[in-house]
């Protein structure tokens, strides 16, 4: 018996040893197209290492194998990028250790809505780096109420699926820092995003039109939204957010447009906020609109003197320009808070300014405790509906349940 246990084994292990061989046959070596190899110069600001990165893509988009584009460990000077799809496979890991820099005369980048830009991609992993905008001068340059370009996104993923960025810091970009369009099946974690906080439009990540987005373990520093979240957007969880300064996470803008679509199921979960404009907020536009946003969970958040630490602003007009001073027509309903703590800048920490032609309907406050210089803080409601649950502070909304 022990002979043949033993003669069992060993046939066994050989057995498992070329299933193994031949799974790994299947999943081959991924190819590597180093930048370098493509004419540009590490730490050379006289070089636009444009044309190396989009010749790497080229190679790797081509390529019937899995493929790696690496940056290596320098600066990279780039003025913009676009790669676009579909390729031949669908695993292209682009893994920079060193930076990619734009150019720092937003003249140059002026005539374009991106610095990067992956276009009908599929299958795409972004890991670590640094992305750096330098924004400052445009920033500048808006700042002093010149007549400015709009500037550039830093990094914008459009019409594509299957996309991972882990491990990206992303830095004084000239508008957003990261935007999600029209995608699906989006994971990001670990990132970094920082810009003064006085430097305008520098939303950390805005997702719009887009489902099935994860965005986990991420510290964003800017002057704008740290998340933004737009029309069109399903199917979203966002957890462990450290937020401020900033304009906190918000959904919206919303009521743009008539015929716009709505967001719906999202969960913002175990996030800080510090110092920041809002909290969790969602805004629309005082305008007629098909819109909604529905079945929004805002779980285990913890502010930390934020002005504005719940908020729903359905007359949402920055500086009084350009509003009609119509009723919204987005339907706002099946919004919860629960378990949210902390301290309000102003005395107000709950607002609810909703439609009066769409109430804000299924509201749901569980277990909020937000004080104003150690006293109970305030709420103000207007066309809000909604029941309290466990212990509200500060009431005045609700009743409880």
């Known amino acids: 018996m022990a002979l043949h246990a033993i003669t069992s084994f060993l046939l066994f292990s050989t057995l498992t040893v070329l299933?193994?061989?031949?799974?790994?046959?299947?999943?081959?070596t991924p190819l590597t197209f180093n930048v370098v190899d493509f004419g540009t110069?590490?730490?050379?600001?006289?070089?636009?290492?444009?044309?190396?990165?989009?010749?790497?893509?080229?190679?790797?988009?081509?390529?019937?194998?899995?493929?790696?584009?690496?940056?290596?460990?320098?600066?990279f000077y780039v003025r913009s990028a676009t790669f676009n799809g579909p390729c031949k496979n669908n695993h292209i890991t682009i893994r920079i250790d060193g930076a990619l820099m734009a150019p720092s005369d937003f003249h140059l980048t002026s005539n374009s809505e991106n610095w990067i830009l992956?276009?009908?991609?599929?299958?795409?992993?972004?890991?670590?780096?640094?992305?750096?905008?330098?924004?400052?001068?445009?920033?500048?340059?808006?700042n002093s109420a010149n007549t400015c370009p709009r500037g550039t996104t830093s990094l914008e993923f459009t019409n594509s699926q299957n996309i991972l960025v882990n491990g990206l810091t992303a830095l004084n970009s000239q508008l957003y820092h990261i935007v999600v369009n029209q995608c699906r099946n989006v994971k990001m974690?670990?990132?970094?995003?920082?810009?003064a906080g006085n430097s305008p439009n520098t939303d950390g990540i805005h997702v719009g039109d887009s489902s099935h987005v994860t965005i986990l373990n991420t510290n964003i520093r800017t002057g704008d939204d740290c998340i933004s979240i737009g029309p069109g957007s399903s199917n979203l969880w966002?957890?462990?957010?450290?937020?401020?300064?900033?304009?906190?996470?918000?959904?919206?803008?919303?009521?743009?447009?008539?015929?716009?679509?709505?967001?719906?199921?999202?969960?913002?979960?175990?996030?800080?906020?510090?110092?920041?404009?809002?909290?969790?907020?969602?805004?629309?536009?005082?305008?007629?609109?098909?819109?909604?946003?529905?079945?929004?969970?805002?779980q285990?958040?913890?502010?930390?003197?934020?002005?504005?630490?719940?908020?729903?602003?359905?007359?949402?007009?920055?500086?009084?320009?350009?509003?009609?001073?119509?009723?919204?027509?987005?339907?706002?309903?099946?919004?919860?808070?629960?378990?949210i703590r902390g301290t309000s800048a102003t005395p107000v920490a709950i607002k609810f300014d909703c439609s009066p032609k769409f109430p804000c309907k299924g509201i749901k406050l569980e277990d909020?405790?937000?004080?104003?210089?150690?006293?109970?803080?305030?709420?103000?409601?207007?066309?809000?509906?909604?029941?309290?649950?466990?212990?509200?502070?500060?009431?005045?909304?609700?009743k409880g349940n």
């Open 300 to 339: 285990h958040l913890t502010m930390t003197n934020v002005q504005n630490p719940i908020i729903i602003d359905q007359n949402y007009c920055p500086h009084n320009q350009g509003c009609p001073g119509q009723s919204s027509g987005v339907a706002v309903s099946d919004v919860k808070y629960t378990d």
């Open 189 to 195: 974690q670990g990132l970094k995003v920082s810009a």
């Open 41 to 75: 110069k590490p730490n050379n600001a006289e070089t636009d290492s444009s044309k190396a990165l989009q010749l790497a893509w080229m190679h790797a988009c081509s390529s019937s194998k899995p493929a790696t584009i690496y940056v290596p460990k320098a600066k």
């Open 118 to 142: 992956f276009h009908n991609v599929n299958g795409v992993t972004v890991l670590g780096g640094i992305l750096d905008g330098q924004g400052t001068q445009l920033w500048a340059c808006k």
């Open 238 to 298: 966002i957890e462990n957010i450290a937020c401020g300064p900033g304009h906190g996470i918000s959904i919206g803008s919303l009521a743009k447009d008539f015929k716009e679509k709505g967001v719906q199921n999202v969960t913002v979960k175990s996030c800080k906020f510090m110092d920041t404009q809002n909290g969790v907020r969602i805004k629309s536009w005082g305008r007629q609109s098909i819109g909604f946003a529905r079945n929004i969970r805002f």
């Open 368 to 398: 909020v405790k937000l004080s104003y210089k150690n006293q109970v803080a305030k709420a103000s409601c207007s066309n809000a509906q909604g029941l309290n649950v466990g212990v509200v502070q500060p009431m005045g909304c609700f």
């Open 19 to 28: 299933m193994l061989f031949n799974n790994l046959a299947a999943f081959p």
